[in-house]
T-cell receptor, first 113, second 109 residues
Framework: DAGITQSPRYKITETGRQVTLMCHQT?????MFWYRQDLGHGLRLIYYSAAADITDKGEVPDGYVVSRSKTENFPLTLESATRSQTSVYFC????????????FGSGTRLTVV | RKEVEQDPGPFNVPEGATVAFNCTYS??????FFWYRQDCRKEPKLLMSVYSSGNEDGRFTAQLNRASQYISLLIRDSKLSDSATYLC??????????FGKGTTLSVSS
């Protein structure tokens, strides 16, 4: 089915482990984004990408790594998970340069213990 | 200072009430403006774009005042199904959507 999918939906990991959150979109949108959402902070941008092999830092990039070797995939890796990275992570994609047409995935709820 | 600021609420209103949400943004270079809706920590979904001329979509009216850097959302004849968190969102060129923390609305019968 067309759309944007995130996996896994839920993940529990231990402090210090590496974990990768997956994001896949079927529209061939140029732009993809990772946000995290925490109580008291709202949605904050982690990284974004304007095209394959082009990525940029957002507001809260520390501790995260992204790659975009293919237009449709935008994985987010926590290299050494910390408890402060416990959050809900949303991926989004868009074709617009003006902020229109963002579509979000269903989110990944990550708990770091 | 947060780039997009909203009153977090909660706003508790009865069915049929009119409720207004306000939002301010700090960067005058912001180019595009939106209201998103989010249910119970599900993904945010676009409610409507906001234009300087004001725009309406059924019971929802959005206004933008660029001079005051102020955005508003008015909901008339509130329904139970309007209960959600409403996110004020701005876009700045060269970056991505910037979200406010959201305003929670609870509509009761």
């Amino acid at each position: 089915d067309a759309g944007i999918t995130q996996s896994p939906r839920y993940k529990i990991t231990e402090t210090g482990r590496q974990v990768t959150l997956m994001c896949h979109q079927t529209w061939s949108h140029s732009y993809m984004f990772w946000y995290r959402q925490d109580l008291g902070h709202g949605l904050r941008l982690i990284y974004y990408s304007a095209a394959a092999d082009i990525t940029d830092k957002g507001e809260v990039p520390d501790g995260y790594v992204v790659s975009r070797s293919k237009t449709e995939n935008f994985p987010l890796t926590l290299e050494s998970a910390t408890r402060s990275q416990t959050s809900v992570y949303f991926c989004a994609s868009s074709e617009s340069r003006q902020g229109y047409g963002y579509t979000f995935g269903s989110g990944t709820r990550l708990t770091v213990v | 200072r947060k780039e997009v600021e909203q009153d977090p609420g909660p706003f508790n209103v009865p069915e049929g009430a009119t409720v207004a949400f306000n939002c301010t943004y700090s960067n005058s270079a912001s180019q595009s403006f939106f209201w998103y809706r989010q249910d119970c920590r599900k993904e945010p979904k676009l409610l409507m774009s906001v234009y300087s001329s004001g725009n309406e979509d059924g019971r929802f009216t959005a206004q933008l005042n660029r001079a005051s850097q102020y955005i508003s959302l008015l909901i008339r004849d509130s329904k139970l199904s309007d209960s959600a968190t409403y996110l004020c969102v701005v876009f700045q060129a060269g970056t991505a959507l910037i979200f406010g923390k959201g305003t929670t609305l609870s509509v009761s019968s």
